[in-house]
């Protein structure tokens, strides 16, 4: 071979290399939507006469690797006392004054646990002309569930999920108090089971558990005891998952009225009789033997699957949680949706909406979130996740035969409930950054802050049926309702505000767009997230 030939052999190996190299690297950064593909990676800078502010590269330097730490001081009340008042709240990224200008800073301040809010109550008898507290209609509205969209009569031998799966409704999983739920809670935490599998996909290990009338649950281990919290230096995408969490946030989504997670319980599995002798050969494989004698099995995955990281019976008996299984694609496909509030999953890369104070305005003038109850379901979800500490909300789903005007499904919270000391504002960001919240979401959290029943207590009382109670950890319950206060105030905030963070003041740019007039065609809006 010539030299010149070499030379250009080496070039374009190396060329293809570099590629794959940044291909990998936005790999982590990126997300699926549907059939969008929505980059975060650029690095949008905001200033308001659109020219970069003086010493934006000194900044965005010092960002980029000075400030690596995800987990700085925080105002979250340390040793689960709570109870601190007029203390400011800020993220765990809060800046430098300069660094304001490129960045968007969360704070706000932790009301008295005594505040009665009746500035807010206020506001819920009379709503008057703000744009923060959001009336909907949705009980109003057609509500037509899986059985009628394929008109399936329902049989007298079906079993209970798949009566479940029938009474799925494009508002909600369940009924308010729908007997159902606790009659699949009991089957799934003691029915027989007949098989196990590793359930392809995702990060961290999960089971397939067959029972012997089909029926189906989706089996996370337990790792750790329930004082474990998450550890300091790991970040929300390489945290641990928690089967309490998984338990836990099923009872708060039914407390908080949204009824859009599936019902989880706990069990106490015998990992000989109950895993290892209905296992498939696949699974079988990962099985071995601890030095202390304990039946071991890691599972594939490509977080936490290998031997240093088993999931170990203790001597025998290995607890988790099980979720009741979604309905097959045939009656229940579901559409995957990148979550616009998602975070970078990249250990120095921030988010376009941790960058852009103005980024709801962008977000709401994007279909489906420019009409109908999307942005405000964000929001909701925004609270559940933010009241239990959950910073893994990357993507989440919908059932498609009821169109885009449908609920998220409140799914994957096994990285909720880490970090009981600790109030991670940023989960918030969508509220604070929209300044709207559904009416009845705020009456749920009113009424847990100022009525009899704090949101602890009623918590507490939801799960103190579980086969694996206690479920939580003490100072997580001291931790919900000092976040529900945060959330009370952040929208106190707002409504003082007067609306959205956006420095335009024209009404309709504070409303979810349900009375958008025109179509979206290539609004210039956008191009910022193509
Ligand atoms: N109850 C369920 N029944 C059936 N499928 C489910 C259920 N819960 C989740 N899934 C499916 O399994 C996938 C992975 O579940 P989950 O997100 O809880 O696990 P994970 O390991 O945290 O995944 P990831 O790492 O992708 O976040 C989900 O995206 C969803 O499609
Ligand atoms: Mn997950």
């Known amino acids: 071979m010539k030299l010149r030939e070499?030379?250009?052999?080496?070039?374009?190996?190396?060329?293809?290399?570099?590629?794959?190299?940044?291909?990998?690297?936005?790999?982590?950064?990126?997300?699926?939507?549907?059939?969008?593909?929505?980059?975060?990676?650029?690095?949008?800078?905001?200033?308001?006469?659109?020219?970069?502010?003086?010493?934006?590269?000194?900044?965005?330097?010092?960002?980029?690797?000075?400030?690596?730490?995800?987990?700085?001081?925080?105002?979250?009340?340390?040793?689960?006392?709570?109870?601190?008042?007029?203390?400011?709240?800020?993220?765990?990224?809060?800046?430098?004054?300069?660094?304001?200008?490129?960045?968007?800073?969360?704070?706000?301040?932790?009301?008295?646990?005594?505040?009665?809010?009746?500035?807010?109550?206020?506001?819920?008898?009379?709503?008057?002309h703000q744009e923060v507290v959001i009336n909907t209609y949705e009980s109003d509205e057609p509500n037509p569930t899986i059985a009628t969209i394929f008109k399936i009569k329902p049989k007298k031998n079906l079993t209970l999920l798949e009566r479940f799966h029938l009474g799925i409704s494009k508002h909600e999983l369940y009924k308010e108090n729908d007997p159902l739920v606790p009659a699949i809670l009991q089957e799934?935490?003691?029915?027989?089971?007949?098989?196990?599998?590793?359930?392809?996909?995702?990060?961290?290990?999960?089971?397939?558990?067959?029972?012997?009338?089909?029926?189906?649950?989706?089996?996370?281990?337990?790792?750790?005891?329930?004082?474990?919290?998450?550890?300091?230096?790991?970040?929300?995408?390489?945290?641990?998952?928690?089967?309490?969490?998984?338990?836990?946030?099923?009872?708060?989504?039914?407390?908080?009225?949204?009824?859009?997670?599936?019902?989880?319980?706990?069990?106490?599995?015998?990992?000989?009789?109950?895993?290892?002798?209905?296992?498939?050969?696949?699974?079988?494989?990962?099985?071995?033997?601890?030095?202390?004698?304990?039946?071991?099995?890691?599972?594939?995955?490509t977080y936490y699957c290998d031997t240093g990281h088993a999931i170990c019976g203790n001597p025998d008996s290995l607890e988790g949680s099980f979720a009741a299984f979604l309905p097959p694609k045939e009656i229940g496909p579901r559409k995957v949706w990148r979550h616009p509030w998602r975070r970078s999953y990249h250990k120095r890369?921030?988010?376009?909406?941790?960058?852009?104070?103005?980024?709801?305005?962008?977000?709401?003038?994007?279909?489906?979130?420019?009409?109908?109850?999307?942005?405000?379901?964000?929001?909701?979800?925004?609270?559940?996740?933010?009241?239990?500490?959950?910073?893994?909300?990357?993507?989440?789903?919908t059932f498609r035969p009821f169109g885009n005007d449908t609920f998220p499904i409140h799914l994957d919270h096994g990285r909720g409930f880490g970090r009981p000391f600790h109030d991670e504002l940023t989960i918030l960001a969508p509220l604070l950054q929209c300044c709207f919240i559904r009416k009845s979401t705020l009456d749920v959290l009113l009424r847990y802050h100022t009525g009899d029943k704090r949101l602890s207590e009623a918590l507490r009382e939801s799960m103190a049926m579980d086969p694996v109670a206690p479920v939580l950890w003490e100072p997580h319950f001291t931790a919900l309702d000092r976040r529900v206060g945060i959330v009370l105030q952040a929208v106190r905030d707002c409504l003082a505000k007067g609306g959205s963070s956006s420095s335009v003041k024209d009404a309709d740019n504070y409303l979810p767009r349900k009375i958008a007039v025109e179509p979206d065609t290539g609004s210039p809006k956008t191009k910022n997230l193509s």
Not at 356 to 376: F, H, K, S, T
């Open 6 to 128: 070499r030379v250009t052999l080496g070039a374009s190996a190396l060329a293809v290399l570099l590629t794959l190299g940044l291909v990998l690297d936005l790999q982590l950064d990126l997300g699926m939507s549907g059939h969008r593909l929505v980059p975060t990676h650029g690095r949008v800078k905001y200033s308001e006469n659109g020219a970069d502010p003086p010493k934006a590269a000194y900044n965005s330097f010092r960002r980029k690797f000075l400030e690596r730490t995800n987990s700085s001081g925080s105002g979250g009340g340390g040793g689960g006392g709570g109870g601190l008042t007029g203390q400011i709240v800020t993220s765990s990224s809060l800046l430098s004054p300069q660094d304001s200008i490129t960045s968007q800073v969360f704070s706000t301040i932790r009301p008295s646990s005594k505040d009665q809010f009746l500035d807010l109550k206020e506001v819920l008898l009379d709503p008057g």
């Open 349 to 397: 890369r921030k988010a376009q909406w941790e960058q852009e104070a103005d980024y709801c305005n962008l977000v709401r003038d994007i279909p489906p979130y420019n009409e109908g109850r999307r942005l405000l379901d964000l929001m909701d979800m925004s609270v559940l996740d933010f009241l239990s500490g959950n910073m893994d909300r990357h993507h989440y789903e």
């Open 188 to 301: 799934m935490a003691t029915a027989k089971i007949v098989h196990v599998c590793q359930k392809e996909g995702g990060t961290q290990i999960k089971l397939v558990i067959d029972y012997a009338n089909k029926d189906q649950a989706l089996f996370k281990p337990m790792r750790f005891p329930r004082e474990q919290q998450t550890l300091p230096n790991h970040f929300y995408f390489t945290d641990f998952e928690r089967h309490n969490a998984e338990i836990a946030t099923f009872h708060l989504d039914r407390l908080l009225g949204f009824r859009r997670a599936m019902p989880v319980t706990g069990r106490t599995l015998n990992i000989t009789t109950e895993i290892y002798e209905l296992a498939d050969d696949d699974l079988l494989r990962t099985f071995f033997i601890s030095p202390s004698n304990n039946k071991c099995f890691h599972g594939k995955c």
